[in-house]
T-cell receptor, first 114, second 115 residues
Framework: AQTVTQSQPEMSVQEAETVTLSCTYD???????LFWYKQPPSRQMILVIR??????QNATENRFSVNFQKAAKSFSLKISDSQLGDAAMYFC???????????FGKGTKLSVKP | DSGVTQTPKHLITATGQRVTLRCSPR?????VYWYQQSLDQGLQFLIQ???????AKGNILERFSAQQFPDLHSELNLSSLELGDSALYFC??????????????FGPGTRLTVL
């Protein structure tokens, strides 16, 4: 069975600085997708970034980028120029195989200090 | 706004009761997924429906059931409620049904409190 592990329950970053959130996963599948979701205090789940496993190039969305290491089964999220609005829970998620459902990590709570 | 709607937003009920949560997917989306978010279990997949048919099952209790109607809205029924069922229940929808590269759009969730 696939698993997703986020080893950092909480992280803190100074406004305008860079922070990296870690995620590792386990799977025997070769074709899959990885996601980072943001959950602000409103509890809405917001897709931040997506990575297809067959793509070697790391995905980037504005200030958000990933470091995808397929062999190491690692998928970290880097947030550059952190803003107060980035404060939220961040969930790493795995999707793959014939099912469409997502498998989530336990989450990392990110605080941004002004 | 993701385009996915869930009602009600909040639900408070007593142990042993039965409740129904409703989800309307985005226009054009055929798949509906139900997830449960609790403090101890995190975000867990419960069940998926695609175009009216059950497609995948996750950690869904036997006391829970779901269905998807011809208009594609879905309902999650929770019965014989226990304190531990208190959680945030999310519905998500996607265009396709079998591959995760179809982005899932999440609704705002229904907060269930069992007293």
């Amino acid at each position: 069975a696939q698993t997703v592990t986020q080893s950092q329950p909480e992280m803190s970053v100074q406004e305008a600085e860079t922070v990296t959130l870690s995620c590792t996963y386990d799977t025997s599948e070769s074709d899959y997708y990885l996601f980072w979701y943001k959950q602000p205090p409103s509890r809405q789940m917001i897709l931040v970034i997506r990575q297809e496993a067959y793509k070697q190039q790391n995905a980037t969305e504005n200030r958000f980028s990933v470091n995808f290491q397929k062999a190491a089964k690692s998928f970290s999220l880097k947030i550059s120029d952190s803003q107060l609005g980035d404060a939220a829970m961040y969930f790493c998620a795995y999707g793959g195989g014939s099912q469409g459902n997502l498998i989530f990590g336990k989450g990392t709570k990110l605080s941004v200090k002004p | 706004d993701s385009g996915v709607t869930q009602t009600p937003k909040h639900l408070i009920t007593a142990t042993g009761q039965r409740v129904t949560l409703r989800c309307s997917p985005r226009s054009g989306d055929l798949s509906v997924y139900w997830y449960q978010q609790s403090l101890d279990q995190g975000l867990q997949f419960l069940i998926q429906y695609y175009n009216g048919e059950e497609r995948a099952k996750g950690n869904i209790l036997e006391r829970f059931s779901a269905q998807q109607f011809p208009d594609l809205h879905s309902e999650l029924n929770l019965s014989s409620l226990e304190l531990g069922d208190s959680a945030l229940y999310f519905c998500a929808s996607s265009v396709g049904g079998g591959h995760s590269y179809n982005e899932q759009f999440f609704g705002p969730g229904t907060r269930l409190t069992v007293l």
